[in-house]
């Protein structure tokens, strides 16, 4: 066997040994804490015994130390634990290999040894190797043991994503089936609440393990795709809430956002409703908050009326197979609620899945959905199908004109009042929010095309918009739910026209969404 090339082999000062106990005590230093290193190890093995030391795995791939050159037979032989350890002289080097035992049955090692010096293998430096090859095979099962604990842990979330994932495309049966395996009795029950708690991204995985152990195997904890400081629990026992707000109580910089309960098959729903929650929980002294506490322009029509009107809209559908129809209804409803990217992430498809998804939808419905006065049409027609259900075999026998029928959902008493005490809340700012909200609006919230019909400069507009926020209590720059309502208050007051569904840019096909 050739020497080494490069020079001498390390030879480190070797420590004092003063008898076999120090050179005992300081490999059993290496089993501490904060000493189980293979580097380290593999270091002190080379100083104390004034050799060169090659760990390395089975498969011939360096673990520790430096590269030896080795019998490649002899490497296989105690590989494949075929022997133990060899010993062998080459020209000036003395060698020694011994075989790392991997956990299970069989004989065959998973790692080799190697330590090669210039000197002979006295009874001492033969002592120390032997004792520092156990060491090195209890480090190797703990990095193992960690190794598949990780592995672990991974394959999990990515089971709860998928359950998550089923869920929102309204997939309950598959999504049960897959739960059954690790969670028994996790979604027997037909309803659950969805709860988004947030924190910064660098605690996420911390705050995610604790609300696994606060809920006990009672709940679904999947880490967000989309937000990288929220963790999304769907808890269907109501003891899941409870234990999620002393938590949050407990945890400053934390806010939780919870949904009402809600069948499993809406569960995009009530996610869109406990990120809505989250916002109002940000200005909580509690820190949390639940959907739906404030009076919403759905339920101040007519339910039977806006059910039927709800259903004429969405009856292109209805052709479509259940599994296709679930599918764009779920992925439209994300996509108008956050953006394309956000929907994508949270659904595991690709931006242009859901881009595709929402393109057919629109194409169906003959939506433009690149208007935002279309897109809250929209949205107020999937969550009323969502709150209702799909208008049965006694509803509207055909489609009637979306524009008209719509005009008189939103001529009520009630909702004119609602929509008066809303936006009159922006006259009392001198700025003229409300003139800037209008015009925003009727820009599909562009602000620099809001500002040119106005004569102002865009960044005007943006600081009109933001001011509006507080004083309407909902997120406008951010899209979603808020924003629709601040729509619907538009349309109910006459200050922008109701869209036609009739007026899709078909030849379009990547029309812009929200986001």
């Known amino acids: 066997m050739a020497d080494r090339a490069g020079g001498d082999p390390v030879r480190a000062q070797s420590y004092d040994d003063g008898g076999d106990g120090v050179w005992a005590q300081q490999l059993l230093a290496q089993l501490r804490p904060a000493g189980r290193d293979l580097g380290r190890l593999v270091t002190w093995l080379a100083r104390s015994t004034r050799a060169t030391v090659c760990l390395q795995d089975a498969h011939g791939s360096l673990l520790a130390g430096e590269r030896l050159p080795l019998d490649a037979s002899l490497v296989a032989d105690v590989t494949a634990g075929r022997v133990a350890a060899a010993a062998l002289e080459d020209g000036e080097r003395h060698v020694r290999l011994v ?12 790692a080799v ?55 929102m495309v309204e997939d309950t049966v598959s999504a049960r089936r897959v739960a059954a395996g690790l969670w028994p009795g996790l979604l027997e029950q037909d309803t ?26 009672r709940a679904l904890v999947v880490r967000c795709p989309a937000m990288d400081g929220h963790v999304i629990v769907v808890g269907p026992s109501s003891e899941v809430g409870e234990r999620l707000r002393s938590l949050v109580a407990a945890r400053p910089g934390t806010f939780l956002g919870g949904s009402p309960r809600q069948r499993l098959a809406l569960t995009a729903t009530a996610y869109g409703q406990a990120v809505t929650a989250l916002a109002v929980a940000r200005f909580r002294p509690e820190r949390s908050a639940v959907y739906a506490t404030r009076t919403r322009p759905a339920r101040l029509m007519d339910p039977a009326a806006l059910c039927a009107w709800a259903a004429g809209v969405l009856r292109p559908l209805d052709r479509l197979p259940h599994h296709v129809r679930a599918e764009l209804l779920a992925t439209t409803g994300l ?27 629109a194409a169906l419905l003959g939506a433009d959905l690149s208007r935002l006065t279309v897109r809250a049409v929209a949205h107020l027609a999937l969550n009323t199908e969502a709150a ?58 562009h602000a620099e095309r809001a500002a040119q019909t106005l004569g102002v400069h865009a960044q005007t507009v943006r600081e009109h918009v933001r001011a509006a926020e507080p004083v309407l209590e909902r997120r406008l720059m951010a899209g979603g739910t808020d924003l629709y309502e601040a729509v619907l208050a538009h349309l109910v007051v006459g200050e922008l026209p109701v869209p036609e569904l009739d007026m899709a840019n078909h030849g379009q096909s990547d029309s812009p969404v929200h986001g």
């Open 99 to 110: 075989g790392i035992r991997r956990p299970g049955p069989g004989p065959a090692a998973g």
């Open 113 to 167: 040894l190697a330590v090669a010096r210039p000197a002979p293998f006295d009874r001492h430096t033969a002592e120390i190797l032997k004792h520092t090859a156990g060491v090195v095979e209890l480090l190797l099962r703990e990095r193992e043991l960690a190794e598949s604990g990780r592995r672990l842990q991974r394959v999990t979330a990515d089971l709860r994503l998928a359950i998550l994932q089923l869920l």
């Open 192 to 217: 659950a609440r969805v709860y988004v708690v947030e924190t910064s991204p660098v605690e996420r995985d911390r705050l995610a393990e604790v609300c696994t152990d606060a809920t006990g195997g």
């Open 335 to 361: 996509g108008l609620e956050f953006t394309a990217v956000s929907a994508a992430k949270v659904l595991g498809v690709s931006r242009n899945t859901v881009r595709a998804r929402m393109d057919r939808f």
């Open 388 to 445: 209702h259900g799909p208008c049965g075999p006694g509803g509207p026998p055909a489609h009637p004109p979306a524009g008209g029928e719509l005009t008189d959902l939103l001529g009520t008493r009630a909702l004119r009042s609602w929509a008066d005490g809303l936006l009159g809340r922006l006259e009392e700012d001198g700025r003229d929010l409300r003139t800037t909200l209008r015009a925003w609006i009727a820009a599909d919230a």
